[in-house]
C-alpha cells in the first residue's frame, strides 16, 4: 500500500490523539535518542540509528515497583498504550527477544502491561551505518518484523501492516493500492541485500576458548563503564532497591554485569570479581548462554561497538575467538 | 502469585539467637498473615523483605514436615542488619517458595549424608528433618557439621538432642577447646575419618565455597560419583525469579534453576563455579 504524505508523522499525531505515549527518535545535537515525545513535530527521522534502543519503551532506566509506607500502598502498572515509532529490523527483532526473557517462565507484570498494549511502527533501511551487522543473524534491514512497517523507495512511501494490531491502525489512514511496478519496486527492494560487516560466531570454538588468555587481552582497555550493556537493545539486567527508609518506592533500575557489585555477595565473595571476567561474561552470554534456548542475544545493531570508549568491537571479538 | 514481585504479608512470632558476637546469626519463626503457608520442599528458598531496605534471599530452615518457615540470617548487609533488631510481632515481606528443590522423592529407599559447614548448615536442615519425619522411607542417615568453634555452631540444641535420641550427628570444631567431646579438625577431615559408604548413597553438601571444594574430592576419592553429590548454591540475587541476570551462571539462574545443583550438573559447566 502506498501513502501519499509524511506518513511517520501523521501517525504520530493520531497515536498522541488516540492516547498513546509515543516513543520515536528525537535529533539532540547531532545524534537521535528514542525518547516519549508530547507533539509529532519532536520526531526526526533522518538517521541510520538512535544512539539508544527502543528498549526504554518496555524496560525503561528506572521504574517503581511497590509504593510503601508501614506495607505497601501502590503497585504502580501503567495500562496506558505505548507505541514506538521509527524503529529499524534491529531493534524490532531485540523486541521479540526482550519477550522471551521477560514473559516466559514467570511473567513480568511491569513488562506484560507495557506489552500487550505496545504497537511498533519501523522503517525499512536502505543502507547501512560503518558498524551494522544485522545480516549474520538473518534478520533482513529491509523488511522489519513490526506491526507497521514504512519503506521508502523512490520518493514512494509504502506502508505495510503486518498483524492485526497493524492492520487495525493503517485502516485509518488513506492508503491506495500499489500498482503491478510498484510492488515489483518494492519485492526487489526488500530482496536485496545492504552492503555490511560481517560476524562469523564459532559455538564451538567458543566452548573451546572459554579459558583462553585471549579474553584478559581482549578485556586490557575495558573500562568496565557498562555503556555496552545499556546501549544494547537486548540487555536485560537489572536491580532492585529501596529508597526512603519508613516510606518510599522499591525501583528497579538497569543494571550491568560489567559492574563487579553486579554480582558481589554479601559474604564478599565475588564469582566475576575480574574485569575480563566479566567482559567474558557478556560475550558468552550474547552468543554461548542464551543459545542454550534458542538464541543469539545479539541483534548486530553495532551501537556497543559505536561508542565503546575503549574501542571493543564485538565483531572484532567473536571471529577472532582463539 | 499474580504479581511475583509483591510479597506476602508475614509476622515474626519468635526470634532464636543461634550464634552471638560479631558475626551473629539468629532464627527466625514466621508465620504469613491472613493466608495459609505456601507448600515447598526441602532446599527451596524465599525473598525476605524489609521495605525501606530491600530484600535478601534465605533458604528455608525448616522442612516442609514441620510448622511455619524458619530462616537463619546472618548479620551482614542493610537487610540483615534490620532483621536483626526485629522483634517477634514485627512484619516482614515473603516472596516465595523460589527455586529448585532437592529431589527427595528420588532419594527414597537411599542413605543420606549431609555435609555442613556454618550457616551452610540450614539447607541441610530442611532434608534431615524431612528424612527423620519420614523415616521409612529412607535408609541411613549420616548429620556431618563443623564449624570455626563451638559458639559459631547453628541448631546446637536440636543436634544435641538428636544425638541423645541416637541419630548418628558427626560434630566438629577447626581447633581443640575445653570440654568439647566431639572431632576436632576441618569438615572434610571429619568425612574422611567417618568414610561414608557411597553404596546407594546421596551426599549433600553446602558451606563456605573452599569446605565445599574439598568435601567433594574427599567424597569423590571415597567414591561417590559426581551424580550421588548434591550441592546448592550461593549468589547475589535480587527478582527470584530468573529475570534480573544477578545469580546467572551460564544459562543457569541459581534463584529459579537452582539454588540446589548435581555435581555433575556444575562440571559440565563452562565457568566453573
Not at chain 1, 47 to 72: C, D, H, M, T
Not at chain 2, 47 to 76: H, M, Q, Y
Not at chain 2, 144 to 157: E, F, H, M, N, Q
Not at chain 2, 231 to 254: A, D, F, N, P, Q
Request: charged share 30%; hydrophobic share 35%.
Amino acid at each position: 500500500m502506498i501513502y501519499e504524505g509524511d506518513f511517520l508523522r501523521d501517525a504520530i499525531s493520531n497515536l498522541l490523539a488516540a492516547g498513546y505515549r509515543v516513543f520515536a527518535p528525537v535529533k539532540v545535537g547531532d545524534f537521535h535518542i528514542f525518547r516519549e515525545i508530547s507533539s509529532a513535530n519532536e520526531a526526526d527521522f533522518n538517521y541510520i540509528l538512535p544512539r539508544n534502543s527502543a528498549k526504554v519503551a518496555l524496560f525503561p532506566q528506572n521504574e517503581v515497583l511497590i509504593e510503601y509506607g508501614e506495607w505497601i500502598e501502590k503497585i504502580p502498572i501503567d495500562k496506558k498504550k505505548i507505541a514506538v515509532v521509527g524503529i529499524r529490523a534491529c531493534d524490532a527483532k531485540a523486541i521479540k527477544l526482550l519477550d522471551k526473557h521477560f514473559l516466559e517462565g514467570f511473567v513480568d507484570p511491569y513488562y506484560k502491561a507495557r506489552r500487550e498494549e505496545l504497537l511498533t511502527i519501523a522503517i525499512a533501511c536502505d543502507n547501512a551505518s560503518i558498524n551494522c551487522f544485522c545480516q549474520s543473524f538473518g534478520i533482513n534491514p529491509r523488511k522489519p518484523e513490526a506491526d507497521v512497517v514504512v519503506s521508502n523507495i523512490d520518493g514512494k512511501v509504502f506502508v505495510s501492516a503486518n498483524s492485526e494490531a497493524g492492520k487495525a491502525f493503517v485502516r485509518e489512514f488513506k492508503l491506495r493500492g500499489e500498482s503491478e511496478e510498484e510492488s515489483m519496486i518494492r519485492e526487489r527492494f526488500e530482496n536485496e541485500k545492504i552492503e555490511m560487516r560481517k560476524i562469523d560466531v564459532d559455538v564451538e570454538k567458543l566452548k573451546k576458548s572459554f579459558d583462553s588468555p585471549y579474553w584478559k587481552e581482549v578485556a586490557t582497555n575495558c573500562k568496565s563503564c557498562g555503556l555496552c550493556t545499556y546501549l544494547c537493545p537486548t540487555c536485560f539486567c537489572f536491580d532492585i532497591y529501596d529508597e526512603g527508609e519508613r516510606r518510599g518506592v522499591r525501583i528497579r533500575a538497569w543494571d550491568s554485569c560489567q559492574f563487579p557489585l553486579h554480582t558481589l555477595e554479601s559474604s564478599s565473595h565475588n564469582p566475576r570479581s575480574e574485569k575480563w571476567q566479566r567482559l567474558r561474561n557478556r560475550f558468552y552470554d550474547k552468543f554461548y548462554y542464551t543459545l542454550r534456548k534458542g538464541d543469539y542475544y545479539c541483534v548486530g545493531c553495532g551501537r556497543c561497538i559505536d561508542y565503546c570508549p575503549a574501542g571493543i568491537d564485538i565483531v572484532n571479538v567473536i571471529s577472532g575467538v582463539r | 502469585m499474580e504479581n511475583p514481585y509483591v510479597p506476602y504479608k508475614a509476622q515474626i512470632v519468635e526470634v532464636k539467637d543461634e550464634v552471638k558476637g560479631v558475626r551473629p546469626i539468629k532464627t527466625f519463626r514466621i508465620k504469613l498473615v491472613d493466608r495459609e503457608r505456601f507448600d515447598y520442599k526441602s532446599g527451596q528458598g524465599c525473598l525476605v523483605s524489609v521495605f525501606g531496605r530491600g530484600e535478601s534471599w534465605f533458604t528455608i530452615a525448616n522442612s516442609p514436615t514441620r510448622p511455619d518457615l524458619e530462616f537463619s540470617v546472618l548479620k551482614t548487609g542493610k537487610v540483615t542488619a534490620k532483621l536483626h533488631e526485629m522483634k517477634a510481632g514485627d512484619i516482614v515481606g515473603i516472596r516465595g517458595p523460589l527455586g529448585r528443590a532437592f529431589p527427595l522423592d528420588e532419594w527414597k529407599g537411599m542413605n543420606i549424608v549431609t555435609i555442613g559447614g556454618g550457616i551452610g548448615q540450614t539447607p541441610l536442615r530442611a532434608i534431615y528433618q524431612y528424612v527423620i519425619d519420614n523415616e521409612k522411607d529412607y535408609g541411613d542417615l549420616t548429620i556431618i557439621y563443623g564449624a570455626r568453634t563451638s559458639r559459631d555452631l547453628v541448631y546446637k540444641d536440636e543436634l544435641f538432642k538428636l544425638i541423645e535420641e541416637g541419630y548418628n550427628v558427626q560434630l566438629s570444631i577447626d581447633n581443640p577447646e575445653k570440654d568439647w567431646k566431639y572431632f576436632v579438625g576441618f569438615v572434610p577431615d571429619n568425612v574422611k575419618r567417618i568414610k561414608p559408604d557411597p553404596k546407594n548413597t546421596i551426599a549433600i553438601t553446602c558451606g563456605p565455597p573452599i569446605m565445599i571444594k574439598i568435601t567433594l574430592n574427599v567424597l569423590k576419592e571415597l567414591g561417590f560419583k559426581e551424580e550421588q553429590i548434591y550441592t546448592t548454591l550461593e549468589r547475589r540475587m535480587k527478582c527470584g525469579l530468573g529475570k534480573c541476570g544477578k545469580c546467572r551462571i551460564e544459562s543457569y539462574y541459581v534463584c529459579k534453576d537452582g539454588p540446589v545443583f548435581n555435581y555433575a550438573e556444575l562440571s559440565a559447566m563452562l565457568e566453573k563455579v
